[in-house]
């Protein structure tokens, strides 16, 4: 079982967002738990603030590290150990599916979602293990960010997706972005499906396929693209050194 433990101000917000589709069904297949971290149960002050003032000025409020320690601290009293912690930022790595494929071989995750003009620095200094951002454009909360996170994880944890929902023949699998699909009726406002679709023929289906995401690709994701063609000029290398050895 895969534990996510999502720090944050709007609990409410992180466990509505991921109770439907599949990642419900995962989390009541227990497969999966995911355990929204209210902050400010763990702050000290009495009347339940969890921000201040930022030191040497400037806009905003910066989330204190008193409250943010303790519900950490607590996540780690319960579990026994310190967990891999996310922290929710622009100004951290982009996030890509390769990440997601790691991070789910974790037991346990914890997320950590920021508000206002950011958090004390030293909090962060003693908990996160990595900055990760789900792109170059700034949201106003860590959480969209981390449930993002958390859905793309969760199809990489072993019997989230069914065996129908496989990501074998994904985007992204080989440095390509998927072929387009189609299905009934055979004609819809006058647009046919492919007639190779409807031909039966597997290999023709398969290049055609091929073709069509090599296409999209070189067109929408020209950065993709190039490593495709590195990887496939590798793996031709690959193939002609092996093809020598055995001579
Ligand atoms: N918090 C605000 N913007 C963000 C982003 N782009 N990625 C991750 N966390 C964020």
């Known amino acids: 079982m895969t534990t996510f433990y999502i720090m944050t101000l709007f609990p409410e917000m992180v466990e509505q967002g991921l109770k439907t589709s599949i990642i419900g069904r995962a989390v009541e297949k227990e497969i999966l738990r995911i355990e929204?971290?209210?902050?400010?149960?763990?702050?000290?002050?009495k009347h339940g603030k969890v921000d201040d003032y930022p030191y040497g000025g400037g806009a905003g409020m910066v989330m204190q590290a008193q409250p943010i320690y303790d519900a950490y601290q607590a996540?780690?009293?319960?579990?026994?150990?310190?967990?891999?912690?996310?922290?929710l930022t622009p100004k951290g790595q982009t996030f890509h599916q390769g990440m997601a494929k790691e991070f789910a071989?974790?037991?346990?995750?914890?997320?950590?979602?920021?508000?206002?003009?950011?958090?004390d620095e030293r909090v962060l200094e003693e908990i996160v293990t990595d900055y990760v951002s789900i792109g170059d454009y700034v949201l106003t909360g860590g959480e969209l960010a981390a449930m993002v996170m958390v859905d793309a994880i969760s199809r990489m944890v072993p019997g989230t997706l069914s065996n129908q929902e496989s990501g074998e023949t994904e985007t992204f699998h080989n440095y390509l972005l998927e072929y387009p699909?189609?299905?009934?009726?055979e004609i819809w406002r006058d647009k046919k499906v492919p007639e190779v679709l409807l031909s039966g023929h597997h290999k023709n289906i398969e290049a055609w396929r091929l073709e069509q995401s090599i296409a999209l690709t070189k067109k929408n994701r020209p950065d993709l693209y190039e490593r495709y063609v590195e990887q496939e000029g590798v793996q031709h290398g690959r193939k002609q050194k092996a093809d020598t050895g055995s001579r």
Not at 181 to 185: G, I, L, W
Request: with cysteine; proline share 5%.
């Open 181 to 185: 699909q189609y299905s009934r009726p």
């Open 75 to 87: 996540i780690v009293d319960r579990i026994g150990r310190r967990p891999r912690t996310i922290y």
């Open 36 to 45: 929204a971290v209210n902050i400010r149960d763990y702050t000290t002050n």
């Open 105 to 119: 071989l974790d037991e346990e995750l914890v997320f950590l979602c920021g508000h206002y003009e950011g958090v």
